[in-house]
C-alpha cells in the first residue's frame, strides 16, 4: 500500500525557515517524481514544486522561487521543501504528492507563518 | 499561466441523480504529442484529495465506474452516474499540460 506521511509543519513567525519531510513507503520511491502542493486555508489547491525522480531537475512555482528548495533522499525514501523567508502567503497545509499527475497524497502537514 | 474554470461552483444532488462538472480551459490542453493532460481529484471533508481521473478518461485505480471523464481541447466534463453519500466533497480538475501544472477552483457537491 502506497503510503506519504508529512511532518514538520507548526507555527513560525515571518522571515523565517522551516523543513517539511515527506516519508514514502509501499512503493519504488526513487521511480518517480515527486511534488508538493499546497492549500492555504478554506482555499483551493496550488502546485508548490516537483522533484526527478534521481534529484536532478527541480520545477517551482514563481512566488516561491529563491525561497523554497525541494529535495530527497532516495536512500530514505524521503522528500523535502526547506521553505526559508517565509511570508503570511505561505500559510497553508502542505501535501506531499507522486508523480506528475499527484495519483497519491499523504494527510498534508499545517504551516502557519505570523508573529 | 492556464485558468482552469469549474462550473458550477456548488451543487446539490440526491442519492441516486447523475450530476456533471465542467472544467474549462484558458488554452488548449492537447500537447504536440497527442497527449491531453487532465485530472480530476476529490476532496472529502478533512482529507486529502483523490485522484479519480487521469489524462482526461481513465479512471483512478480503486475508483467505482459511476465517475466518467470526458472532453477534449479546452472543454471538459466529469459525470457521476448515480450520485452515493460518500461522493460529497469538492472536485478539482487539474491540467498539467503546460507549466506550472494549475487547478480548477473546485466544485462542491452536496448531498441533498
Known amino acids: 500500500e502506497v503510503q506519504l506521511v508529512e511532518s514538520g509543519g507548526g507555527l513560525v513567525q515571518p522571515g523565517r525557515s522551516m523543513k517539511l519531510s515527506c516519508a514514502a513507503s509501499?512503493?519504488?520511491?526513487?521511480?518517480?517524481?515527486m511534488a508538493w502542493v499546497c492549500q492555504a486555508p478554506k482555499k483551493g489547491l496550488e502546485w508548490v514544486a516537483t522533484i526527478s525522480y534521481d534529484g536532478s531537475s527541480t520545477y517551482y512555482r514563481d512566488s516561491v522561487k529563491g525561497r523554497f528548495t525541494i529535495s530527497r533522499d532516495n536512500a530514505k525514501s524521503t522528500l523535502y521543501l526547506q521553505m526559508d523567508s517565509l511570508r503570511s502567503e505561505d500559510t497553508a497545509t502542505y501535501y506531499c504528492?507522486?508523480?506528475?499527475?499527484?495519483?497519491?497524497w499523504g494527510p498534508g502537514t499545517m504551516v502557519t507563518v505570523s508573529s | 499561466d492556464v485558468v482552469l474554470t469549474q462550473t458550477p461552483s456548488t451543487l446539490s444532488a440526491t442519492i441516486g441523480q447523475s450530476v456533471s462538472i465542467s472544467c474549462r480551459s484558458s488554452?488548449?490542453?492537447?500537447?504536440?504529442?497527442?497527449?491531453?493532460?487532465l485530472y480530476w481529484y476529490l476532496q472529502r471533508p478533512g482529507q486529502s484529495p483523490q485522484l479519480l481521473i487521469y489524462?482526461?478518461?481513465n479512471l483512478g485505480s480503486g475508483v467505482p465506474n459511476r465517475f466518467s471523464g470526458s472532453g477534449s481541447g479546452t472543454d471538459f466534463t466529469l459525470k457521476i452516474s448515480g450520485v452515493e453519500a460518500e461522493d460529497l466533497g469538492v472536485y478539482y480538475c487539474?491540467?498539467?499540460?503546460?507549466?506550472?501544472?494549475?487547478f480548477g477552483s473546485g466544485t462542491k457537491l452536496e448531498i441533498k
Open positions: 489524462l482526461v478518461s
Open positions: 504528492a507522486r508523480g506528475w499527475y499527484f495519483d497519491f
Open positions: 488554452q488548449s490542453l492537447l500537447d504536440s504529442a497527442g497527449n491531453t493532460y
Open positions: 509501499g512503493f519504488t520511491f526513487n521511480n518517480y517524481d
Open positions: 487539474m491540467q498539467a499540460t503546460h507549466a506550472p501544472p494549475t
